[in-house]
Structure formats: structure tokens, C-alpha cells
């Protein structure tokens, strides 16, 4: 007889097995794990559902909920059910008890994985078929499509210096961020950029701090980050630059700056994830598309 449970910490290792052993496509070590479930900003062990058979973990589903623009909105971060165990309605049951519990806290629909804030993929990679199958069957409509690029950061060198003096001679500095810019960095993207406050701030735990900035003037007027999601794992972004200023090639530098970063902590790709300005960064990086994401939604 099986049981649905709330998830333990101590469920940790036996859970990295099972996503490992049963997501064919991903990877997760332990640090990503916590990194994904424990650290969520809005971790709530309700949402954290683990189903056993006879004190064996089968199923597994990491739910969360956010407010996207004064919008109430649960997601599912991750979920695996034992390949042995499928069409059981594990999934189901543990699907079912989430939704749920979403709705009790006022979530006015549902998503699946493109989490912001804290997220390990923009969606559902489509080679997961019976993930299609399953949410569909759960009153899921596919909205959107995102993708992920790769950039080979072996091959190719990110040297910005030339532009960088020119930028300079026009009164715009390209340099690194410090701690004395985290204010001024905040209230600027609070001011452009929102959502991705919290991943910024992620940035200052970075050794050296994984963010690089422009200002003109004097002023801060554009951003580009690193190591804020999925640590360790080369993911870039967010990145953005002020509207008087896009166009202007400023991104492109800041965009670089951070590969270069990647590619001096030993990494060989750097994934730019949930994008976006696709010609940009082929341009720019050669970066190619990896993996596509379908997005999927439900409206409670
Ligand atoms: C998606 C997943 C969690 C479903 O778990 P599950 O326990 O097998 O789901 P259930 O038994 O509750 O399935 C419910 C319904 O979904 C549909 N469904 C599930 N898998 C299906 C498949 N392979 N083909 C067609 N329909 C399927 C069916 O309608 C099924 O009901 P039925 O068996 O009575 O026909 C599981 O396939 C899985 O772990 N996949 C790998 C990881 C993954 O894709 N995670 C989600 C990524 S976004």
C-alpha cells in the first residue's frame, strides 16, 4: 500500500536518486536539489510531497507559490514518479493534493516548472512525453515556448577591452559590481526590472561578485549576471539595460564579461536559459539552442 507524505530534509539523498534514476534528461546533485526545494524564498514544506510504497519513495512533487504581478499563481518546480511505478496514479494523487493545497492559499492558476525567482527549467522539455500527457489529462493548456542556449566557452575568447574604451571616451564605464553599488544596482532594476531583484541580490554571494554593470554619467543604466540559478552550472542572466541606452551595443559587453567570468571559473558552456532575444546572444556569443521548453498553464 502506498502513502503520500510531507517531504523530510532527511528524504534528500534518496530523492537526488530518484530524480537521477528517472529524469532521463537532467541532472541534479544534492547542493541543486536544496538549492531548488530548501532555499525556494517562499519554501513551504506543505507544498513538498514525497509518495512511498512500502518505505520506498516512488513519487516525488515540489510545489510553490508566488504573487507574479499582484497575480496568484502556483507552480510545480519539479516532479518524478519511479518509471516501475507510472500509470499507477502517483502522479495523480500527488498532482491532485498540491493543486489542492494551492488553492486553499488563493492561487488563481497553476504553471509548470517556469517558476520565477528560483527555477531548474523554463518548462517542460516535450522529450518528457508523458509529462505532456499527464498535465493535459490535468486540464493544461501549452501557451508558450521558451528555449535554452548553449555557448562554448572553450573555444572562444570574450575579450571586450576595445569597446570598452570606447564606451569610456563616450562616458559610459563597463566594470564590475560591488557592494557599494547595491543600492544604486537595486532601486534601478526595482525600477526596470522587478522580478529579477531577487536573483541580483543571489549574484553578491558570488566570489567575485558574478554581476557586471554600465553607468553614464555616473549612473547605473545597464546589468548582466551570473550564478544565480542552478549554481555552479553556468547559468547565465538576467541581464538588462535601460531603454534610452539598448541598441547601443552595451549589452553585448556585459553579456561577454560574464562568459569571460565562466570561462575563468573552468566552466566549458555557459546555458543562457528562458530565452528571449534569440538573435542576440547567437550574435554575440554563438550560442545555439539546446534544449525548447513548452510552457503550460491551468486557470483554477
Ligand atoms: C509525468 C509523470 C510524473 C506522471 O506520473 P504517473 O504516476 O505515471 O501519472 P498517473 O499514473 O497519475 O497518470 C495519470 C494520467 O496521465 C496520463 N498519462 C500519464 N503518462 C502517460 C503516458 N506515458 N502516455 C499517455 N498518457 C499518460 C494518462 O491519462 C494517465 O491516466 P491513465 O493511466 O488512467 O490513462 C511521470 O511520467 C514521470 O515521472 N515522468 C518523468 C519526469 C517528468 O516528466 N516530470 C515532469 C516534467 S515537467
Redesign the pocket.
Known amino acids: 500500500m502506498g502513502r503520500l507524505r510531507v517531504f523530510k530534509e532527511r528524504d534528500i539523498p534518496e530523492l537526488v536518486s530518484l530524480c537521477n534514476n528517472?529524469?532521463e534528461f537532467d541532472r541534479l546533485s544534492e547542493t541543486l536539489f536544496r538549492e531548488k526545494v530548501l532555499e525556494d524564498p517562499a519554501y513551504n514544506p506543505e507544498l513538498v510531497l514525497v509518495y512511498e510504497n512500502d518505505n520506498r519513495i516512488t513519487?516525488f512533487i515540489d510545489g510553490v507559490a508566488r504573487e507574479i504581478h499582484g497575480e496568484k499563481i502556483g507552480y510545480?518546480k519539479l516532479?518524478?514518479?519511479d518509471r516501475n511505478?507510472?500509470?499507477?496514479?502517483?502522479?495523480?494523487?500527488l498532482y491532485k493534493t498540491l493543486e489542492e493545497r494551492l488553492r486553499a492559499l488563493g492561487m488563481r492558476k497553476m504553471r509548470?516548472?517556469d517558476v520565477p525567482f528560483n527555477y531548474f527549467m523554463p518548462g517542460?522539455d516535450p522529450r518528457?512525453?508523458?509529462?505532456l500527457?499527464?498535465f493535459e489529462?490535468h486540464g493544461f493548456k501549452r501557451f508558450a515556448d521558451t528555449a535554452n542556449m548553449v555557448v562554448d566557452l572553450e573555444n572562444q575568447v570574450f575579450d571586450t577591452s576595445e569597446e570598452e574604451k570606447d564606451f569610456y571616451v563616450k562616458g559610459i564605464e563597463i566594470r564590475r559590481a560591488d557592494y557599494d553599488d547595491r543600492d544604486e544596482l537595486m532601486d534601478f532594476i526595482e525600477e526596470y526590472f522587478t522580478l529579477w531583484r531577487y536573483e541580483v541580490l543571489r549574484a553578491y554571494n558570488s566570489i567575485p561578485v558574478s554581476i557586471h554593470i554600465a553607468l553614464h554619467e555616473g549612473k547605473i543604466k545597464a546589468f548582466s549576471a551570473h550564478n544565480v540559478n542552478n549554481l555552479g552550472t553556468g547559468w547565465f542572466g538576467p541581464m538588462g539595460t535601460h531603454p534610452d541606452l539598448q541598441g547601443k551595443g552595451i549589452g553585448s559587453v556585459l553579456l561577454k564579461r560574464c562568459l569571460q567570468d565562466m570561462k575563468e571559473w573552468g566552466l566549458k558552456k555557459s546555458i543562457i536559459p528562458w530565452v528571449g532575444p534569440i538573435r542576440f546572444y547567437s550574435r554575440y556569443a554563438n550560442a545555439v539552442v539546446e534544449r525548447v521548453f513548452w510552457r503550460y498553464e491551468k486557470i483554477l
Open positions: 528517472h529524469m513519487g510545480v516532479m518524478v514518479v511505478f507510472r500509470r499507477k496514479g502517483i502522479g495523480t494523487k509548470i516548472y517542460i518528457y512525453t508523458p509529462a500527457a499527464f489529462v
